[in-house]
């Protein structure tokens, strides 16, 4: 039972539209790709949704793995692995359920 707590990437919001979706699919990619390193997927996640939110539109900017390991290099935010005494549960809405992130991202 592991909880991370991942910084951000500073990005210039033009759109919120696709961030999440772009988040979770670089995300997956990583587990999948490093066979279940966490943190590789956090980072991947974030750096992805970095560059989602900077164009208007979807799929205006889609990162490449190229796009993607440059980033990380020039601004890798701070993961850390929280202590049972340092977590926080913060309530997320899903239509009237309440869930419980198993990770937090700034």
């Known amino acids: 039972d ?3 707590h991942v910084g951000i990437i500073p ?5 919120t539209n696709g961030a999440g979706d772009a988040f979770n699919a670089a995300a997956i990619h990583r587990l999948f790709e490093t066979k279940g ?3 590789q997927s956090l ?3 974030t750096a992805s949704g970095a560059f989602a939110v900077e164009q208007i539109g979807a799929h205006a900017n889609t990162p490449s793995r190229n796009a993607l390991e440059t980033r990380l290099q020039e601004t890798a935010p701070v993961v850390t692995v929280l202590k049972p005494s340092q977590r926080k549960y913060h309530p997320v809405f899903y239509g009237r359920r309440i869930q419980r992130p198993v990770f937090v991202v700034d």
């Open 2 to 4: 592991t909880m991370m």
């Open 11 to 15: 990005a210039e919001v033009k759109s």
């Open 37 to 39: 390193d966490l943190e």
């Open 43 to 45: 980072l991947w996640g």
